[in-house]
């Protein structure tokens, strides 16, 4: 009865028409909705009732920049989200518009090698976003969901990944499944000036001002079957219970910062964990133009890993992202994070893992050739020392940097309103000699996959 009813929310979700959609007028660009604008003529005209008579007609231009995850921003040449929704230019005030997007994708993954496994499994997200523009600002009441808890606690192999566990077991070469609840989140936006906005986010469930866009939600990500190695260097906690930020946003940039529970979601997925607010992020973005989203954020969480109790983490990250806005959006990433021992703790683990920071970095792109042929790559490089976990192991707590190269291809296929995805992709694996033995000489993996999406 549970997996139905929670079922039934995804599509509803995945099936909320435009005519639920009431529209809202811009401010600053701010209720721009992540999505991909190639699809779209920059140029085309839109028609919306106004005031309840008239029609409004007028051509679409770029904001400066487009919400990606949480506060976080994306170029605004990916404003236009493909998902149904109200014209945003051409509808009154004080009413409310309410966005949808969301995927369900199937996918079979191989790879190679003695820690080389296969599975077939299904991911999905489902969001549901109501806006309400006011003569003081705005009102966002922000939701996102994922049936990914039906799966096994170990998840899906993800060749070379860290982080999290299942069954009190640290997870390696496995991608975790994400909760029920990714976002339960609230933000208030308060007009200063002609162009800029103090705002307020928080909720039981959010993402703190700490790195790029989640990868579930860049365009440079979008077809992308498989999640980052680096996720637990990037985004891992795009997922956070307890969560408060407060900002400045104007059109050309946005700073923020942060309080919010450090420790990463339990095994439990299906739930809501208690909220504490015992760690903080800063973070400043930069739109120089519709093009470009450069940011850069600096966090400190307290004791994040379960199995590392007694270990804060302190984490940077940069990157610029770039959209041309007819079809090819990239990423390039840095980050780099160093655990340190919590304060009022004395562990011999916290003193072993003293060995200076462990650094990644990250580039991926998309690009959506045409209106039915997309390519997609994604390049990373980083130090990992959590690859033997077992203490026994002469391995364990050694750090080893690895690369993992990917390419792939889809289709799209439209079937209004959603778009059919049937794609693939290679990995292949650049590592020391030492790991010869767990990984074999030349690990190599592939996933096929089928992915529906709402929207375009």
Known sequence: MKHNIFAALTCATFLAYPALAQGHSG???????????????????????????????????????????GTSRLPGKESRHSAPHGDPDCTPDQAWSIMTHGFVSAQYTDHSGPRGDDQLYVTSMAMLTGIRQTDWGKIELKSMFSLEPLMDARGYPNLLATGETADGEALVDRQHPHDLFMELAARIDINIGDTGSLFLYGGPVGEPALGPSAFMHRGSAKLNPEPPITHHWFDSTHITYGVVTAGYSAPKFQLEASTFRGAEPDEERWGIETPK?????????????????????????????????????????????????????????????????AAGHTDDAAEEHDGGALTAWLAEMNWDVDQANTLFARFENVANDELFPDHDDPLHDERFRVSKFQAGYARRIRLDPFTLAIGGSANAYAKPAALDAAYGDNPWGYTLFMRLMLGH
């Not at 909705?33 to 007028?58: P, Y």
């Not at 199995?307 to 840095?334: I, N, Q, V």
């Open 27 to 69: 401010h600053s660009g701010h209720e721009m909705s992540q999505g991909n604008s190639q699809d779209m003529d920059h140029h085309m005209h839109h028609q919306a009732m106004s005031d309840g008579e008239k029609i409004c007609t007028m051509p679409w231009h770029a904001p400066d920049f487009a919400a990606g995850s």
């Open 277 to 341: 607010f015992n760690s903080w992020s800063v973070r400043g973005t930069l739109n120089p133009s519709p093009n470009w989203a450069l940011q850069a954020s600096y966090g400190e969480m307290d004791q994040p890993e379960a199995l590392h109790p007694g270990e804060d983490e302190h984490r940077f990250t940069a990157s610029a992202h770039y959209s041309g806005g007819r079809g090819l959006s990239a990423m390039l990433a840095f980050s780099s994070k160093k655990r340190v021992e």
